[in-house]
Nanobody, 128 residues
């Protein structure tokens, strides 16, 4: 059973930065495509970014391109999301997730149902 634990959330002002981490245990981290999703109050969970098992391919929500960077360190079993130029619209609970299969079709990286393992979330609040 894979366990995912997010950290790094907090309160920042508009334009600030945060780096989220997701520590994985209980599985072979390097086998899993990984994703970051977020859920704002009253809204559905949405895709933010994803990365292939090797780290060679990354995918982003259009509104975060150029501001957020997803990366992974397979030696440390850790996934990251560097968030720069944060905006109030980025306020949400951020979740990391792992897909059970090493090979995921490009379109499926953005789909919540692709991911089987989820963390408990870390809250990010961006104030004006």
């Amino acid at each position: 059973q894979v366990q995912l634990v997010e950290s790094g959330g907090g309160l920042v002002h508009t334009g600030g930065s945060l780096k989220l981490s997701c520590a994985a245990s209980g599985g072979i981290f390097s086998n899993y495509p990984m994703g970051w999703f977020r859920q704002a109050p009253g809204k559905e969970r949405e895709f933010v970014a994803a990365i292939s098992w090797s780290g060679g391919n990354t995918y982003y929500l259009d509104s975060v391109k150029g501001r957020f960077t997803i990366s992974r360190d397979n030696a440390k079993n850790t996934l990251y999301l560097q968030m720069n130029s944060l905006e109030p619209e980025d306020t949400a609970v951020y979740y990391c997730a792992a897909a059970p299969s090493s090979f995921v079709g490009i379109a499926r990286y953005r789909m919540t149902e692709t991911y089987v393992y989820w963390g408990q979330g870390t809250r990010v609040t961006v104030s004006l």
